[in-house]
C-alpha cells in the first residue's frame, strides 16, 4: 500500500523519468495512527534526527531533488531533517512537495532553504489535501511540472 506523499512520489517519477528514493528511518514508526502522531510531537519538540535506513551514494549525479514530505505538526517529519544534514544539495534545484491534513506547507519551504542556503528551492512546490490524493492524475502532475519550466 502506498502512502499518500510516496503515491505522489511515483506520480512524479513517471512524469520526469527520474530515480525514486524513500526516505524511510530506521525505527518504524507504530502501526497505531494516533501513537505515530503522539511520536512526531515528540520528535519534533526535542528536534529528534531519527537515523535513516539508506543512503544515496552518488547525490553528485543529480541536480534536480524533488524532496517530498507528509507535513508533521505544522513541519517535516525530523527525519527529513536527518536528510538535509546528511546531503549538501548546494547548486541544485530542489523541488519541495507535500501532503497534508489541511496546513498545506506550513513554513516547511523556507526551512527546506535555510538547511540548504545554496540550493534553489523553488516557492511554487505542489501540496496536495490527503483527501484529494487519491484523485491526483498524471496530468494533474504533468502540468505541475511542466510549469516549473525546468528541462530533464
Ligand atoms: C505525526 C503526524 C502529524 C501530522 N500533523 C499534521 C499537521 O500539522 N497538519 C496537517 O495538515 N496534517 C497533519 N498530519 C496529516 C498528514 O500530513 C497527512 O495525512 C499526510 O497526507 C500523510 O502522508 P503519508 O501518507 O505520506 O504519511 C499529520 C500526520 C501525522 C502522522
Redesign the pocket.
Given at each position: 500500500m502506498y502512502?499518500?506523499?510516496?503515491y505522489l512520489a511515483h506520480l512524479i517519477q513517471r512524469v520526469t523519468g527520474g530515480e525514486l528514493f524513500l526516505i524511510q528511518t530506521e525505527a518504524r514508526y507504530p502501526a497505531d495512527?494516533d501513537a505515530?502522531?503522539t511520536?512526531?510531537?515528540k520528535e519534533g519538540k526535542a528536534k529528534a534526527r531519527p537515523k535513516l535506513a539508506s543512503h544515496i551514494e552518488n547525490i553528485a549525479d543529480y541536480e534536480i531533488v524533488f524532496l517530498g514530505f507528509?507535513?508533521?505538526?505544522?513541519d517535516m517529519?525530523m527525519a527529513l531533517y536527518t536528510f538535509l544534514e546528511e546531503y549538501d544539495l548546494s547548486g541544485k534545484t530542489v523541488i519541495p512537495f507535500s501532503?497534508?491534513?489541511?496546513?498545506g506547507f506550513?513554513d516547511t519551504v523556507s526551512s527546506i532553504q535555510s538547511q540548504e542556503p545554496k540550493a534553489k528551492v523553488v516557492t511554487n512546490g505542489l501540496t496536495v489535501l490527503?483527501s484529494n490524493?487519491a484523485n491526483s492524475k498524471f496530468e494533474d502532475i504533468d502540468k505541475w511540472v511542466k510549469s516549473l519550466g525546468l528541462s530533464f
Open positions: 502512502g499518500n506523499t510516496q495512527y505515530t502522531v511520536q512526531g510531537d507528509p507535513n508533521w505538526w505544522y517529519p501532503t497534508s491534513g489541511g496546513s506550513s490527503d490524493v
